[in-house]
């Protein structure tokens, strides 16, 4: 049989993230105290940003926007005249003498990210695992939710965190402490070593300090493995440590949510911003006739930036409130009842019912906090999964674990429980949960095993 080779044509659809887009993405990721680090340094780079009582008004922008698009110069006349050519380089000597703030741990990743040549899947990929990682440097989203949330494969969001597993600071990107620890070994090229085979195997006795019964079941020497004890105990529980020892930075919530009579007022916290517009004094040497070429297209280069930017954080406030609206309506039990009492929330409901697809939500939700009546809260905590009661009742993920801390507070310290006695006391009212769903929740609390709180 001939083998043939012909040429044929393919139409696929494909969607390239512009730079407007990827800031808009990322700017609508940030909590309210990154948001406000990152305005302040766009106001010191962008001459023609003002923090100022009047800020520019959505209407305007998008005025402006589309009259620099259709007409330049009717958009260099809308300007008058103001600052001089001497004075900005005044403000950009300024600005370029700055010293700029050391960079959270999720910058720090995404720099070391965009350091690989990735396609723009594998990249919102990992830019959604970075987002997903908290500020011990732990990931906190499983590898199905993320390939969930971006309509992904899980081979290809488990290739993306392999990558991040091996940036720096070592461990970071662990789902937990035994990973964490692996992930430094690894690095330091100590795979197979006796540390290694301690740490992947006898976790709890390490927890323990038993050197003895380590060595052996080890049959290794008590000396080699109590110089592996001490080898371990030099590794970084929490490789995101050194980050926020950098800045000590307090929690501030994106949202409050207070009671007014019978309903409940979400409120969007824009006090710590700065309220921006475009400074009328910079504008006005667009229309100078002796403005030099090079310093009005870097103008207008600068205006469009500043433009594009407010207009990005206005979107991300109405796209947070509505967020937060839906939550309000949705969890209207929790706000009513006592804490804890949760329905089982979905991003996909909230993304359908404000017209957005997941990942948006799952922005909006990321890294964020809301005040309520009943306290502060980080927002993923209204979103889990749910449970079947044998009534036919449905409790959510959150519900339950609520119910778990409450066991654990009020048990006997002589005699704590154990996950399965956990489990077994959540059937007996009608809770039916698997052992491993417990110890799963429980660590997500962070309670030791039984056997490590007994006293």
């Known amino acids: 049989m ?7 044509q393919k139409m696929a659809q494909k969607m390239a993230l512009t730079p407007q887009m990827r800031q808009a993405l990322h700017i609508l990721q940030l909590p309210l105290l990154e948001l406000k680090t990152h305005l302040k340094q766009q106001m010191e780079e962008n001459p023609l940003l003002e923090d100022t009582i009047d800020s520019t008004s959505n209407e305007e922008v998008d005025r402006l926007i589309e009259l620099s698009a259709k007409d330049q110069q009717g958009f260099e006349d809308y300007f008058n005249p103001g600052y001089s050519q001497e ?22 990743l995404l ?11 594998d990249y919102k990929i990992g830019e959604s695992i970075i987002g997903n990682i908290d500020e011990n440097g732990y990931l906190q989203a499983s590898i199905d939710e993320v390939a969930a949330t971006l309509k992904a494969t899980s081979q290809d969001v488990g290739k993306a965190l392999s990558l991040i597993q091996t940036f720096d600071p070592p461990g970071v990107g662990a789902r937990n402490l035994k990973e964490c620890l692996l992930i430094q070994l690894r690095a330091k090229g100590k795979q197979g070593s006796l540390a290694y085979q301690i740490v992947e195997n006898y976790l709890v006795d390490l927890a323990k300090n038993k050197a003895e019964s380590i060595a052996r079941h080890l049959k290794a020497p008590l000396r080699s493995v109590k110089e592996s ?3 371990i105990s030099a590794l970084e529980p929490k490789p995101g440590r050194p980050f926020g020892q950098i800045e000590n930075r307090h929690i501030l919530p994106d949202i409050i949510i207070e009671k007014i009579k019978d309903r409940y007022e979400v409120i969007i916290n824009e006090q710590e911003l700065p309220r921006l517009r475009i400074s009328p004094q910079y504008k006005s040497l667009l229309n100078q006739k002796d403005t030099p070429k090079d310093t009005k297209r870097y103008l207008k280069e600068r205006l469009s930036s500043a433009l594009w930017l407010i207009k990005t954080v206005g979107q991300r406030q109405q796209t947070i409130r509505r967020v937060a609206e839906c939550i309000v309506q949705l969890q209207r039990e929790f706000f009513e009842e006592e804490k804890g009492y949760l329905k089982p929330l979905t991003l ?4 359908d019912m404000i017209g957005r697809n997941e990942s948006t939500v799952s922005r909006v939700v990321n890294n964020k906090y809301i005040r309520t009546p009943h306290g502060l ?23 339950i674990k609520t119910r778990i801390s409450a066991l654990i507070d009020h048990e006997d310290p002589r005699h704590p429980l ?20 417990i110890a799963k929740y429980r660590e997500k609390l962070k309670i030791l095993p039984s056997h490590l709180r007994k006293k």
């Open 2 to 8: 001939a083998i043939k080779m012909k040429l044929t």
């Open 87 to 108: 004075e900005i380089r005044e403000k950009q000597d300024y600005r370029e003498s700055l010293i700029t703030r050391p960079p959270t741990l999720q910058e720090d």
């Open 111 to 121: 720099g070391q990210l965009r350091l690989h040549l990735l396609s723009e899947m």
């Open 229 to 231: 004890l001490k080898e």
């Open 348 to 351: 996909k409901e909230v993304a």
């Open 377 to 399: 809260f980080k927002l993923k905590y209204f979103f889990s999964g749910s449970f079947k009661t044998t009534r036919g009742e449905t409790i959510s993920a959150e519900a």
């Open 418 to 437: 154990s996950d399965t006695k956990i489990a077994k006391h959540l059937s007996a009212h009608g809770i039916n949960v698997a052992r491993r769903t």
